[in-house]
C-alpha cells in the first residue's frame, strides 16, 4: 500500500520548490535540485506530489518562452493557476463584478482612468526609491516590485533588458481589464524615462510578465508621457 504521510520537513520543502519555480520560471528537475541543494530524486518525489495536488503543471512551450533545440529537452514545470493562488492570490468576484460596473455604468474610459490612479500610486511610492543612475533603474524597480509581493526580477536580453515579474496580484481581473496592465506599462516606462515594451503577461496566459526594456532610450508615447 502506497504510504501517503507526509514527513515533518516535506511541507516546507515543497513550498521551497514551488517558490523556486515561481521566482525563476518554468524549471527541470535538475534546475530545481541545483538551486536547493537537493537531488534530483527527491525533486522530482515533490514534483510527482504537487502536480497530483493541482499545483504544477509540465511548461509549454508558450509557458517557458523559448525556443526548443534538437532532441528531446528536459521536461520543465511552471506554477498552475492553483499554485499562484497559493500565494495569496485571493481574487473574487467583487472585483470583477466593480470593474464591469464601472465599465457599463460609467464607460470604458473610466476603467481606463481607475487602472492610471492604481498605476500613479505605484510610481509616487517607487520613485524615491529608483532615482539612481539611468543604468540601475531597472535593477531598482525590479527590487521595489519584489519588496511588494511581486516576485521580480531583470535579466539580460539582447539590446536591453528584460524585467520579469513572476507573481501579479490583479492577474485574475486583468485578465478581464487588460487596461491594468497597460497603465502599468505606462508607468514603467516614465519612471525608467524612457519607452518599453510589455512582451508578455500572467493575466493573458504566459508564465511570468516580461517587460523589455532597451539600453537605447526610445522617446515616450503620448500615453507614457500622460500624468494624473
Keep these: 500500500m502506497k504510504n501517503n504521510r507526509v514527513l515533518p520537513d516535506e511541507s516546507s520543502t515543497r513550498q521551497r520548490v514551488v ?10 528537475a535538475a534546475q530545481l535540485a541545483e538551486r536547493l541543494d537537493l537531488t534530483p530524486a527527491a525533486v522530482r518525489r515533490h ?3 504537487l502536480s497530483e495536488e493541482g499545483l504544477v503543471e509540465v511548461a509549454t512551450e508558450r509557458t517557458r ?19 499562484r493562488e497559493a500565494f495569496e492570490q485571493d481574487y ?24 492610471r490612479r492604481r498605476a500613479a ?16 533603474r531597472a535593477d531598482a524597480l525590479a527590487d521595489a516590485l ?29 485578465a478581464e ?15 525608467l524615462g524612457h519607452h518599453v515594451q510589455r512582451l508578455a503577461t500572467i493575466a ?12 537605447t532610450p526610445a522617446p515616450l508615447t503620448t500615453d507614457e508621457r500622460t500624468t494624473r
Excluded: N
Design 204 to 215: 493573458h496566459g504566459d508564465g511570468v510578465c516580461t517587460t523589455y526594456v532597451p539600453d
Design 19 to 28: 517558490r523556486s519555480i515561481m521566482l525563476e520560471g518554468p524549471s527541470t
Design 47 to 49: 514534483l510527482d506530489a
Design 92 to 115: 473574487d468576484d467583487l472585483a470583477v463584478g466593480a470593474m464591469r460596473f464601472l465599465s457599463e455604468t460609467v464607460g470604458e474610459e473610466a476603467v481606463m482612468a481607475f487602472a
Design 146 to 174: 519584489a519588496e511588494d509581493g511581486f516576485a521580480a526580477s531583470t535579466r539580460q536580453a539582447p539590446g536591453g533588458t528584460q524585467l520579469c515579474q513572476h507573481h501579479c496580484p490583479v492577474a485574475h481581473v486583468a
Design 65 to 83: 518562452g523559448q525556443r526548443r533545440g534538437r532532441g528531446r529537452p528536459a521536461k520543465a514545470f511552471a506554477l498552475a493557476d492553483a499554485g
Design 121 to 136: 500610486e505605484l510610481e509616487r511610492r517607487y520613485l524615491p526609491v529608483i532615482e539612481v543612475p539611468s543604468e540601475q
Design 177 to 191: 481589464f487588460p487596461e491594468l496592465c497597460e497603465a502599468e506599462t505606462e508607468a514603467f516606462a516614465r519612471m
